[in-house]
């Protein structure tokens, strides 16, 4: 996959290049009235490209935050539910020892004595 990767990137820097060597030319862009300013046209293309990824680099940086303080509180929130699924569960004794049990009867009926 990485050589993919460098391959379709040394294309796309092959093709620029070609673009650039073609169109070198001084053109004139006018920044404000009465401020002109002469470069090479492929600078212009450039700078233009650049600030106008400016606005989505912040989209993907302040979306990227957001999930990730979404995911780190998730994460946080499962590790609670799971160490409190893991901990030991304490025995508590029965309410009535079995020792305090009363002797069984040994007069069941009390007209059964002789």
Not at 50 to 61: E, F, Q, T, Y
Request: zero cysteines; charged letters at 20%; hydrophobic letters at 50%.
């Amino acid at each position: 996959m990485g050589i993919l990767r460098t391959i379709i990137w040394i294309l796309l820097t092959a093709v620029l290049v070609i673009f650039a060597m073609a169109n070198w030319q001084v053109v004139t862009v006018t920044i404000w009235p009465g401020w002109e300013a002469e470069t090479k046209l492929p600078l212009v293309i450039l700078a233009s490209f650049l600030i106008g990824s400016v606005p989505m680099w912040i989209a993907l940086r302040t979306t990227r935050w957001s999930l990730k303080r979404r995911l780190d509180a998730s994460e946080r929130q499962a590790a609670d539910l799971r160490a409190l699924a893991n901990r030991p569960v304490e025995v508590t004794p029965a309410t009535t020892p079995v020792n305090d049990i009363p002797p069984a009867p040994t007069d069941l009926f009390p007209s059964d004595k002789p």
